[in-house]
């Protein structure tokens, strides 16, 4: 390997972007792994690793879903490789006279044993203006053979955008971001999206989500029974204005778990038995709280906070940690774990119920 | 034979022997044929051999090798080194002269004769026709009767020919006739450099020098097979060439099924040229015929429209230059079929090949049937697509498994996941290209890696009555956007068996 190849191989597997031709980008990836297989001077060995195709769409294009995620988008990449070893693709769509440039990075962690880098490959592909249409056929070139794919929209695609169809098509998996959402009722469109296309479909909300969820769920382990379930009367969600769609979804969960078919509005439904109530309050933090009569009208309440569950009934309150804080994590869930697909789309579609 | 070769590093090292290069004016010589010689020399693969290109065009001796240098500079997969080329220059030459002039044979004689004496070479010769194939014949016709091509073995004469060799079985059969006219079999090398490749070769290797999975290669195990043979390319100003050839003739009739047939076929008796080209032979002729009122349900016909690739817009076919407005020329072509015999009973091959996909690769991908029992869950175990044993051809020449594994975890989660040999990350070199092999292997006098005359006729056998088909039903080819793999009706085509094509 020559001092320039050392210096590029280094480079790259640092996260460094390197400006390459769209049309070239396959070739020079293959050209830097070669070097990395030839590497022998003593460097950390380097291997590259990929189960999932994660294609992700960063909208920079005012007025259109999505936009304003840049950051978090990008940050999500890059913490992906300690979850997930996946090739990224990230779809940037800017306004401008059309062009299409493409960067290629790697993003390494150390491997267990600490003997080598594992690394993710990165592509980043910014379009301007009509350029998006161009896309789709880059993208399909640049899937690993045979690895599933997921797209990753913040916010709910639409599916009469030519480039969101085009890229809903090869999808194996889509993950949405209802709370991002810019719709009017993002839930229901949601639920539209994941009725009318093949892939299977998730939602990062949902996802960080799940240890609320779990506390839940335990709080009806025995001793408790199904009698205390059917005497659930009154569930409140409260959340910041900035999770209403997640809280909506949560009662749509409740919903569907009750098998309740409730009408209403203005933040409050019923079927007459059962009221889920949608609360807005000051603190950053979801809030749940169940009235369970048959215990002697307990008010359970779950809160999740960063980094913990806090589960108060009457008498104790126990807090419970937990690790998955990053939307990275919330991803490699998603994508590796198909057990709450069926839980997911019951409650969106219950959810969407909830105007 | 020189005994010192014995057992050396080069023992392949052929005896020297001058190459003449017919269309020596072309993009193929430039491009492909004198790089390879070049580099066959850097590897010392080649010793002394020179060079003589013709064509009709006039070309001075130092033109010719500037447009060599340039070749070599531009297409070499090495880096070009001006020692070697110093060595390597002199022994190129250029004669002019017509086709079908019988005075421009006796004056390349003449030539080739002199630059034997120049260059003390003892008289083996190797003809390589890059010519449009409607020459094919005439120039064997008048290399026999200029007495240029003896069937003697030493010194040798052996005449390469470019594909195609026939446009259907008919001519097929009578350019063999011609050919046989003057040469013997064994000097005839009809080449497919989709052979000269090393995963081909390594298909062999892998099949048949590994005991694990020859006893799974067979409809016992392997649900069905898929080959791809795609590029990102349109017709790039053939267009006039390829509104008359199409990709079932350019395309499948001889790479695809050369690819098929190694796959296919069964353990040769040795790894000598005619015992594996027998075998090769045998599963073409095996192909389950299609009946011609039943073409459209086994074989899509598919034309590109416009759109992009790679990024960059293209244009449709009928608006590429030298294509007709109205053309049903296909530009992509799925098929289905069966090798009738006793190991594949029952397997369907699925085939496609075509242009303006959304990238350039070749692969053979063996589905496995799936395990018995889906103990883990029918949903997960579809999720897995089944176990694929994927051989890569080109680009990033390789061999994948598909398997499922264990997500780490308290649960059973299964995941699809993959166990890989690339040729680049394992050996650290760059494969030679397929013209150096199959030059290197011409010069041996080793046919097998080329195509033998019954060989190619097995081929149209299969592939012409499709052609009629389609031509007497005038079945217009189903329009697919460029940069797609391809319309509807090719995914239609395995959806109808529970199964969908690969993404390679």
Same mark, same amino acid.
């Given at each position: 390997?020559?001092?320039?190849?050392?210096?590029?191989?280094?480079?790259?597997?640092?996260?460094?972007?390197?400006?390459?031709?769209?049309?070239?980008?396959?070739?020079?990836?293959?050209?830097?792994?070669?070097?990395?297989?030839?590497?022998?001077?003593?460097?950390?060995?380097?291997?590259?690793?990929?189960?999932?195709?994660?294609?992700?769409?960063?909208?920079?294009?005012?007025?259109?879903?999505?936009?304003?995620?840049?950051?978090?988008?990008?940050?999500?990449?890059?913490?992906?490789?300690?979850?997930?070893?996946?090739?990224?693709?990230?779809?940037?769509?800017?306004?401008?006279?059309?062009?299409?440039?493409? /960067?290629?990075?790697?993003?390494?962690?150390?491997?267990?044993?600490?003997?080598?880098?594992?690394?993710?490959?990165?592509?980043?592909?910014?379009?301007?203006?009509?350029?998006?249409?161009?896309?789709?056929?880059?993208?399909?070139?640049?899937?690993?053979?045979?690895?599933?794919?997921?797209?990753?929209?913040?916010?709910?695609?639409?599916?009469?955008?030519?480039?969101?169809?085009?890229?809903?098509?090869?999808?194996?998996?889509?993950?949405?971001?209802?709370?991002?959402?810019? /719709?009017?009722?993002?839930?229901?469109?949601?639920?539209?999206?994941?009725?009318?296309?093949?892939?299977?479909?998730?939602?990062?909300?949902?996802?960080?989500?799940?240890?609320?969820?779990?506390?839940?769920?335990?709080?009806?382990?025995?001793?408790?029974?199904?009698?205390?379930?059917?005497?659930?009367?009154?569930?409140?969600?409260?959340?910041?204005?900035?999770?209403?769609?997640?809280?909506?979804?949560?009662?749509?969960?409740?919903?569907?778990?009750?098998?309740?078919?409730?009408?209403?509005?203005?933040?409050?439904?019923?079927?007459?038995?059962?009221?889920?109530?949608?609360?807005?309050?000051?603190?950053?933090?979801?809030?749940?709280?169940?009235?369970?009569?048959?215990?002697?009208?307990?008010?359970?309440?779950?809160?999740?906070?960063?980094?913990?569950?806090?589960?108060?009934?009457?008498?104790?309150?126990?807090?419970?940690?937990?690790?998955?804080?990053?939307?990275?994590?919330?991803?490699?869930?998603?994508?590796?774990?198909?057990?709450?697909?069926?839980?997911?789309?019951?409650?969106?579609?219950?959810?969407?119920?909830?105007? | 034979?020189?005994?010192?070769?014995?057992?050396?590093? @080069?023992?392949?090292?052929?005896?020297?022997?001058?190459?003449?290069?017919?269309?020596?004016?072309?993009?193929?010589?430039?491009?492909?044929?004198?790089?390879?010689?070049?580099?066959?020399?850097?590897?010392?693969?080649?010793?002394?051999?020179?060079?003589?290109?013709?064509?009709?065009?006039?070309? @001075?001796?130092?033109?010719?090798?500037?447009?060599?240098?340039?070749?070599?500079?531009?297409?070499?997969?090495?880096?070009?080194?001006?020692?070697?080329?110093?060595?390597?220059?002199?022994?190129?030459?250029?004669?002019?002269?017509?086709?079908?002039?019988?005075?421009?044979?006796?004056?390349? #004689?003449?030539?080739?004769?002199?630059?034997?004496? !120049?260059?003390?070479?003892?008289?083996?010769?190797?003809?390589?026709?890059?010519?449009?194939? @409607?020459?094919?014949?005439?120039?064997?016709?008048?290399?026999?009767?200029?007495?240029?091509?003896?069937?003697? !073995?030493?010194?040798?004469?052996?005449?390469?020919?470019?594909?195609?060799?026939?446009?259907?079985?008919?001519?097929? #059969?009578?350019?063999?006739?011609?050919?046989? +006219?003057?040469?013997?079999?064994?000097?005839?090398?009809?080449?497919?450099?989709?052979?000269?490749? +090393?995963?081909?070769?390594?298909?062999?290797?892998?099949?048949?020098?590994?005991?694990?999975?020859?006893?799974?290669?067979?409809?016992?195990?392997?649900?069905?097979?898929?080959?791809?043979?795609? +590029?990102?390319?349109?017709? +790039?100003?053939?267009?006039?060439?390829?509104?008359?050839?199409?990709?079932?003739?350019?395309?499948?009739?001889?790479?695809?099924?050369?690819?098929? @047939?190694?796959?296919?076929?069964?353990?040769?008796?040795?790894?000598?040229?005619?015992?594996?080209?027998?075998?090769?032979?045998?599963?073409?002729?095996?192909?389950?015929?299609?009946?011609?009122?039943?073409?459209?349900?086994?074989?899509?016909?598919?034309?590109?429209?416009?759109?992009?690739?790679?990024?960059?817009?293209?244009?449709?076919?009928?608006?590429?230059?030298?294509?007709?407005?109205?053309?049903?020329?296909?530009?992509?072509?799925?098929?289905?079929?069966?090798?009738? %015999?006793?190991?594949?009973?029952?397997?369907?091959?699925?085939?496609?090949?075509?242009?303006?996909?959304?990238?350039?690769?070749?692969?053979?991908?063996?589905?496995?049937?799936?395990?018995?029992?889906?103990?883990?869950?029918?949903?997960?175990?579809?999720?897995?697509?089944? %176990?694929?044993?994927?051989?890569?051809?080109?680009?990033?020449?390789?061999?994948?498994?598909?398997?499922?594994?264990?997500?780490?975890?308290?649960?059973? !989660?299964?995941?699809?996941?993959?166990?890989?040999?690339?040729?680049?990350?394992?050996?650290?070199?760059?494969?030679?290209?397929?013209? !150096?092999?199959?030059?290197?292997?011409?010069?041996?006098?080793?046919?097998?890696?080329?195509?033998?005359?019954?060989?190619?006729?097995?081929?149209?056998?299969?592939?012409?009555?499709?052609?009629?088909?389609?031509?007497?039903?005038?079945?217009?080819?189903?329009?697919?956007?460029?940069?797609?793999?391809?319309?509807?009706?090719?995914?239609?085509?395995?959806?109808?068996?529970?199964?969908?094509?690969?993404?390679?």
């Amino acid at each position: 390997m020559t001092r320039t190849e050392d210096i590029r191989l280094e480079s790259f597997s640092a996260g460094e972007h390197f400006a390459v031709d769209p049309d070239s980008i396959e070739r020079e990836l293959a050209a830097l792994w070669r070097s990395a297989g030839k590497s022998t001077n003593g460097q950390q060995p380097v291997t590259r690793a990929c189960l999932w195709n994660v294609v992700v769409h960063v909208e920079e294009r005012d007025d259109r879903e999505g936009v304003g995620s840049a950051e978090a988008m990008v940050e999500m990449v890059n913490a992906m490789p300690r979850y997930l070893a996946a090739r990224a693709l990230v779809l940037k769509t800017q306004s401008g006279d059309a062009s299409l440039d493409a /960067w290629i990075s790697a993003n390494c962690i150390l491997s267990g044993d600490g003997g080598k880098l594992v690394c993710s490959e990165e592509i980043t592909l910014l379009s301007k203006g009509a350029a998006d249409r161009r896309l789709p056929s880059l993208v399909r070139a640049l899937l690993v053979p045979a690895m599933p794919t997921a797209v990753v929209f913040d916010g709910v695609p639409d599916r009469d955008d030519p480039m969101v169809a085009a890229l809903i098509r090869i999808a194996d998996r889509i993950i949405v971001n209802v709370e991002r959402s810019r /719709w009017d009722a993002p839930l229901e469109r949601a639920s539209g999206l994941v009725d009318a296309v093949p892939a299977a479909a998730m939602d990062l909300g949902w996802l960080a989500g799940r240890h609320l969820r779990q506390e839940v769920a335990a709080l009806f382990d025995p001793p408790r029974t199904e009698a205390s379930v059917r005497s659930i009367d009154r569930i409140v969600v409260r959340a910041p204005k900035s999770k209403r769609w997640t809280a909506r979804l949560l009662l749509g969960w409740f919903a569907s778990v009750l098998g309740v078919h409730v009408s209403g509005g203005d933040g409050a439904w019923t079927d007459g038995r059962v009221k889920l109530i949608h609360e807005e309050r000051d603190s950053e933090d979801l809030e749940v709280a169940i009235s369970v009569p048959w215990d002697g009208c307990a008010v359970t309440v779950c809160a999740e906070h960063t980094g913990r569950v806090e589960v108060t009934d009457d008498v104790h309150v126990v807090h419970r940690p937990h690790e998955d804080t990053e939307r990275a994590a919330f991803l490699a869930r998603a994508l590796t774990s198909r057990g709450q697909d069926d839980a997911f789309r019951r409650a969106l579609a219950a959810a969407g119920r909830l105007t | 034979m020189n005994p010192f070769r014995a057992d050396t590093p @080069s023992d392949r090292t052929p005896e020297p022997a001058t190459v003449v290069i017919f269309g020596a004016s072309g993009d193929l010589t430039q491009r492909k044929l004198i790089p390879a010689i070049y580099n066959l020399i850097v590897e010392r693969h080649l010793t002394r051999v020179a060079i003589v290109g013709t064509s009709r065009s006039e070309i @001075s001796d130092d033109a010719f090798r500037e447009r060599a240098r340039n070749g070599v500079e531009q297409h070499s997969r090495g880096t070009f080194a001006e020692d070697v080329w110093e060595h390597f220059a002199p022994g190129l030459y250029y004669q002019q002269g017509g086709f079908d002039d019988p005075e421009a044979y006796q004056a390349l #004689k003449a030539r080739i004769e002199e630059v034997e004496k !120049e260059h003390n070479l003892p008289g083996n010769r190797l003809f390589y026709l890059s010519t449009p194939p @409607s020459v094919f014949a005439t120039i064997i016709r008048r290399l026999g009767e200029a007495g240029l091509v003896d069937p003697k !073995e030493e010194p040798f004469a052996r005449v390469i020919v470019e594909k195609p060799f026939g446009k259907d079985l008919a001519s097929a #059969k009578q350019l063999n006739a011609e050919v046989h +006219e003057v040469l013997k079999e064994d000097q005839v090398f009809r080449i497919d450099h989709y052979l000269g490749k +090393e995963t081909v070769q390594n298909l062999l290797v892998f099949r048949f020098a590994n005991g694990i999975f020859e006893p799974l290669w067979n409809s016992k195990y392997v649900d069905h097979v898929q080959i791809t043979g795609a +590029e990102t390319l349109g017709v +790039e100003g053939r267009g006039g060439y390829f509104e008359k050839a199409g990709i079932l003739r350019d395309m499948v009739q001889n790479h695809l099924f050369q690819v098929l @047939s190694l796959a296919a076929m069964e353990p040769p008796v040795s790894f000598d040229a005619n015992a594996v080209r027998s075998e090769k032979t045998k599963v073409l002729q095996a192909l389950r015929p299609i009946d011609p009122h039943r073409v459209t349900e086994r074989v899509v016909r598919g034309q590109y429209a416009a759109g992009s690739v790679l990024g960059a817009d293209v244009p449709g076919y009928r608006e590429e230059d030298g294509t007709d407005p109205k053309s049903r020329t296909e530009t992509f072509v799925a098929m289905k079929l069966f090798v009738d %015999n006793w190991r594949w009973a029952g397997v369907p091959f699925y085939l496609r090949s075509a242009k303006r996909m959304p990238k350039k690769v070749t692969e053979i991908a063996i589905h496995f049937k799936s395990a018995p029992l889906p103990l883990f869950g029918r949903e997960q175990m579809a999720d897995l697509g089944g %176990n694929v044993l994927a051989v890569r051809i080109q680009p990033d020449e390789g061999i994948t498994l598909g398997l499922g594994s264990k997500v780490p975890g308290q649960s059973i !989660e299964i995941a699809p996941v993959t166990m890989e040999f690339r040729y680049a990350s394992s050996f650290g070199v760059e494969a030679p290209e397929a013209y !150096e092999r199959l030059l290197l292997d011409a010069l041996n006098g080793d046919g097998t890696l080329f195509t033998r005359g019954d060989e190619v006729e097995a081929s149209w056998r299969f592939i012409t009555p499709i052609h009629e088909a389609w031509e007497t039903q005038k079945v217009e080819p189903e329009l697919y956007e460029a940069g797609s793999w391809g319309p509807d009706d090719a995914h239609q085509l395995l959806a109808a068996d529970g199964r969908r094509w690969r993404r390679p």
